[in-house]
């Protein structure tokens, strides 16, 4: 399955609200919620917020990319947030985190599918240019669409 697949326009905030970890990782749990992704949300909070204990999520280059498994969650999705002032992630390189991209993985598919997700986001988004696109694009559509060019055999 490719990232665009996975990473619908109706899973993208592209002004999250929060003004801290907590505050946007419930804006991002209530998208996942809201859409059918998850069939327990507190159950997939509880997971979310365990692998988050295990060390940030925040990756820098003002990244995070919080991610759990959980049987709380019916199919393989991310939601995408963005927060341009940035918020505090306890980041590797002390960067506020301005684009998160949660990544929710049913439990039973977690292994492969869920490492698949996390290289291919890691890979594109060290581009510093990628990152400034991601958060210049004035709507979901273009959004979708780098999402998209950042697959294999597109350029």
């Known amino acids: 399955m490719k990232l665009s697949d996975l990473l619908t326009e109706d899973l993208m905030v592209l002004e999250l609200n929060g003004s801290s970890r907590d505050?946007?990782?419930?804006?991002?749990?209530?998208?996942?919620?809201?859409t059918g992704v998850l069939s327990d949300r507190d159950q997939f909070k509880r997971d979310l917020y365990a692998r988050e204990e295990?060390?940030?999520?925040?990756?820098?280059?003002?990244?995070a990319i919080p991610h759990g498994k959980s049987a709380g969650v019916r199919e393989p999705r991310v939601v995408f947030g963005r927060k341009p002032s940035g918020v505090e992630w306890d980041s590797m390189d002390g960067e506020p985190a301005r684009l998160v991209?949660?990544?929710a993985v049913p439990e039973e598919q977690a292994g492969e599918e869920h490492l698949r997700i996390l290289q291919a986001l890691s890979r594109r988004l060290i581009d510093d240019t990628f990152r400034q696109a991601l958060l210049e694009a004035e709507d979901r559509k273009k959004v979708k669409a780098l999402?998209?060019?950042?697959?294999p055999g597109r350029k």
Do not use: C
């Open 23 to 34: 505050e946007v990782m419930e804006e991002l749990l209530d998208r996942l919620d809201k």
């Open 54 to 63: 295990h060390g940030s999520t925040g990756i820098g280059f003002g990244i």
């Open 101 to 103: 991209f949660m990544i």
């Open 147 to 151: 999402i998209e060019s950042m697959e």
